[in-house]
């Protein structure tokens, strides 16, 4: 497994833009998918976003356009660019790590997550 650590979340105003990244620590990070997902209060784990090893990219249908997900092997780090945000993006946000991952994208098949970082949207 891997250790996951996120960052960047924050206080947007609508139509802004975050950053978030996930720092991974361990000796085979290049051989995971990696994944964003997001849970708002009161609701189920969503799939976001995914990366694979070589860098083909996966979006949810709610996010396509507004988000890319991109990852640097050398630092041991995924990111997630977030453009035009809105209220409704409002949850936390988490990091997770997969070696066999289905494109179901059921967080069932990811192994190591972070312990989440928030992000909230104004309207």
């Known amino acids: 497994q891997v250790q996951l650590v996120e960052s960047g979340g924050g206080l947007v105003q609508a139509g802004g833009s975050l950053r978030l990244s996930c720092a991974a620590s361990?000796?085979?990070?290049?051989?995971?998918?990696m994944g964003w997902f997001r849970q708002a209060p009161g609701k189920e784990r969503e799939f976001v976003a995914a990366?694979?090893?070589?860098?083909?990219?996966y979006y949810a249908d709610s996010v396509k356009g507004r988000i890319t997900i991109s990852r640097d092997n050398a630092k041991k780090t995924v990111y997630l660019q977030m453009n035009s945000l809105k209220p409704e993006d409002t949850a936390v946000y988490y990091c997770?790590?997969?070696?066999?991952?289905?494109?179901?994208?059921?967080?069932?098949?990811?192994?190591?997550w972070g312990q989440g970082t928030q992000v909230t949207v104004s309207s």
């Open positions: 361990g000796r085979t990070f290049r051989s995971y998918v």
């Open positions: 997770a790590a997969g070696v066999t991952v289905r494109p179901s994208w059921s967080p069932l098949d990811f192994e190591s």
């Open positions: 990366i694979s090893w070589t860098g083909s990219t």
